[in-house]
């Protein structure tokens, strides 16, 4: 059983940093993709950004490229989503996933394992 839990979200303003992690219990994610997506209130769940399992590949959604970078640390938490220059409408719920496939994929429906979500919100 694979259990992920986020943390490292929270209040930040315009212009803004956070740094969100991921942890996993269960067994080692280490050649898993794993990715972040986020749902804000109304609105369906999003892809943010993605991973492959050997750390080599990334991908995210145009909205954040150049303000956003996912990482990896097998040996510690298994993934990181580094967040810059935040703006109003990157507040959200942010989940992390996880999928037994090396390949990334930008589909929620690609990932089998999720967590519970850490709350960002973005004031101006």
């Known amino acids: 059983q694979v259990q992920l839990v986020e943390s490292g979200g929270g209040l930040v303003q315009t212009g803004g940093s956070l740094r969100l992690s991921c942890a996993a219990s269960?067994?080692?994610?280490?050649?898993?993709?794993m990715a972040w997506f986020r749902q804000a209130p109304g609105k369906e769940r999003e892809f943010v950004a993605a991973?492959?399992?050997?750390?080599?590949?990334?991908y995210s959604t145009d909205s954040v490229k150049g303000r956003f970078t996912i990482s990896r640390d097998n040996a510690k938490n298994p993934i990181y989503l580094q967040m810059n220059s935040l703006k109003p409408e990157d507040t959200a719920v942010y989940y992390c996933?996880?999928?037994?496939?090396?390949?990334?994929?930008?589909?929620?429906?690609?990932?089998?394992?999720w967590g519970q979500g850490t709350q960002v919100t973005v004031s101006s």
């Open positions: 996933a996880a999928r037994n496939w090396v390949v990334a994929g930008t589909s929620s429906s690609a990932y089998n394992y």
């Open positions: 269960g067994r080692t994610l280490s050649g898993w993709a």
């Open positions: 991973i492959d399992g050997g750390g080599h590949k990334t």
